[in-house]
């Protein structure tokens, strides 16, 4: 139920912030529109937890506020490495342990890696994944495992 | 007011240019297929977000500004799962990072270097 309520404030702020008429037709219409996503989408039986992550939505604006630093910062160092020459990459393929139990938390900490330039998740089997990085410094920073331990903190 | 908001509005697009651009220069200048896909990680992240934060302070009214958040939330998301999807396709047919074997070369240098 909760849910379903959840998907319904968030259909309803997108519709409102996207259309910007606000005459009682064009509200009712949208109204309606809304309802028979919501019929349609519990029919298909796709309304639930991995939908609607509700259960980290505490935690997960503190992780995007560090995540965007660290996007910030692995930027800065990207832009530095194109302007040096190719001399100053060191290109490295391979694996990493992932201590995330659930999807969704693989899911979050591979979005993460890829996010962050410098770094690529290419594969993920069973609790490995696959990492191809720009620089060998970055597959350090990463098997030192903040990242890691903030997401799988954010899981709980 | 209105100045600074033109100004820092200004600040922003021009370094959100300047990533693109660097973006652009990697594509071109560095070795393999992987390692110029962390060049256009630049464009997607912080030169998109940026350009759009530049939009973001010059936005009118509140309609223009969500819209533009949306983008950057789409933009986001949209990044690193076709990156990924890329370069999983890429790893998949056998293409092995070229680069590689000359990382392996420095290494060697490095490590005959330290021992005389």
């Known amino acids: 139920m909760k849910h379903t309520i959840s998907l319904f404030i968030t259909l309803s ?58 996007v910030v910062l692995s930027n800065i160092s990207v832009v530095k490495h194109i302007w040096l020459k190719d001399k100053s990459i060191s290109p490295t393929l391979t694996t990493i342990k992932i201590s995330q139990q659930t999807d969704m938390g693989k899911l979050i900490y591979a979005n993460s890696i890829t996010l962050t330039p410098g770094t690529v998740a290419i594969d993920l089997v069973k609790d490995e994944i696959i990492v191809h990085a720009l620089v060998d410094k970055d597959i350090e920073t990463l098997n030192a495992g903040e990242m890691d331990r903030r997401v799988t903190r954010l899981e709980r | 007011m209105d100045t600074v908001i033109t100004i820092s509005s200004g600040f922003f697009i021009l370094v959100g240019c300047f990533l ?6 990697g594509l071109l200048r560095f070795p393999d297929f992987y390692t110029r896909m962390h060049a256009v990680g630049v464009t997607d992240t912080l030169g998109a977000g940026m350009i759009l934060i530049g ?48 990382l392996k070369k420095n290494n060697d240098k490095e490590a005959n270097s330290s021992t005389l």
């Not at chain 1, 309802?35 to 939908?51: G, N």
């Open chain 1, 13 to 70: 702020a997108f519709w409102l912030l996207n259309s910007g008429h606000y005459s009682l037709l064009i509200l009712s219409l949208g109204f309606a529109s809304i309802i028979l996503i919501l019929v349609i989408a519990h029919k298909m039986d796709v309304i639930d937890q991995e939908s609607q992550p509700l259960h980290l939505t505490p935690d997960i604006f503190g992780y995007s506020a560090w995540l965007i630093k660290e």
């Open chain 2, 20 to 25: 693109c651009f660097s973006g652009g220069v």
């Open chain 2, 55 to 102: 939009l973001m302070f010059i936005s009118s009214d509140i309609l223009v500004f969500a819209k533009l958040v949306m983008i950057l939330l789409l933009t986001l998301l949209i990044g690193p799962t076709t990156s990924h999807v890329l370069a999983k396709a890429a790893y998949h047919n056998g293409l092995m990072p070229k680069a590689l074997n000359k």
